[in-house]
């Protein structure tokens, strides 16, 4: 299994968001994890397509826009303008949840859909086809620095089960990402429960030295 570490910037100094994305890739992240807040569908504001451009020209590392916004579709062509590589929706923001996945295909982005902590995952069931990623939330959409939510492991299984069915169907991969309240000390039961790509904010952002973190689960994950 290949695993991939996508620290979160939202809890990264926002008035040095160039150097902390470099920094933290230089440390060993894969991922620059980015989420966006409109303080409508989620209750906080953060970061939008300006942002993303800003940032860009920091990593060559893919950015993973995590849209918490609704509506979901007009802002996704800004995203793909600004150097987006793969984009997530939460299903319930949007309108029709084919059109919008097929709007990101279509911006030449890696789609995907964000189920929070009690959404089910049957809103996968006719988009298999059209999807790269599927994010389960461990938390409650809105802040970093929450508390980890245990019951989205069972998700994960259950995630891990049709992400495998589907590969073996059709060959094609699809990553199963996670993303709030993880840490070192949780982090190798998310990959027994079939998680590959795991966020982390304030885990990584929140200690003085980024590469001892990831190092510490990079080990968590060879155990
Ligand atoms: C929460 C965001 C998360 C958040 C994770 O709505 O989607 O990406 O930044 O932060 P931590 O890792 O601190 O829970
Ligand atoms: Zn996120």
Redesign the pocket.
């Known amino acids: 299994m290949t695993y991939r570490i996508a620290p979160?910037i939202?809890?990264a100094d926002f008035a040095r968001l160039g150097e902390e994305v470099k920094n933290v890739i230089a440390a060993g992240a894969d991922i620059i994890?980015f989420?966006v807040?409109d303080n409508h569908y989620?209750p906080?504001l953060t970061i939008g397509p300006l942002v993303c451009d800003a940032i860009r020209p920091w990593t060559d590392a893919p950015i993973d826009v995590?849209l918490?916004v609704k509506p979901v579709d007009r802002i996704i062509p800004d995203f793909a303008k600004a150097g987006a590589n793969i984009i997530t929706f939460h299903p319930e923001a949007s309108e029709h949840i084919d059109r919008s996945l097929g709007l990101i295909k279509e911006s030449g982005c890696k789609a995907g859909l964000v189920f929070n902590p009690a959404t089910p995952l049957h809103y996968l069931d006719y988009v298999m086809d059209k999807i790269d990623m599927i994010l389960l939330?461990?938390?409650?959409?809105?802040?970093?620095?929450?508390s980890?939510i245990a019951e989205t492991l069972v998700k994960a299984r259950q995630a891990r089960a049709l992400i495998d069915a589907y590969t073996a169907k059709t060959g094609r991969e699809i990553w199963l990402e996670i993303?709030?309240?993880?840490?070192v000390d949780n982090i190798a039961a998310c990959a027994a429960a079939g998680v590959d790509t795991f966020?982390?904010?304030?885990?990584?952002?929140?200690q003085p030295d980024y590469k001892t973190v990831i190092d510490q689960m990079r080990a968590e994950l060879a155990k």
């Open positions: 979160s939202l809890s994890h989420d807040m989620v906080n995590h918490m939330m461990s938390v409650n959409p809105g802040y970093g620095g929450q980890f993303d709030g309240g993880v840490k966020v982390a904010g304030s885990a990584i952002y929140g």
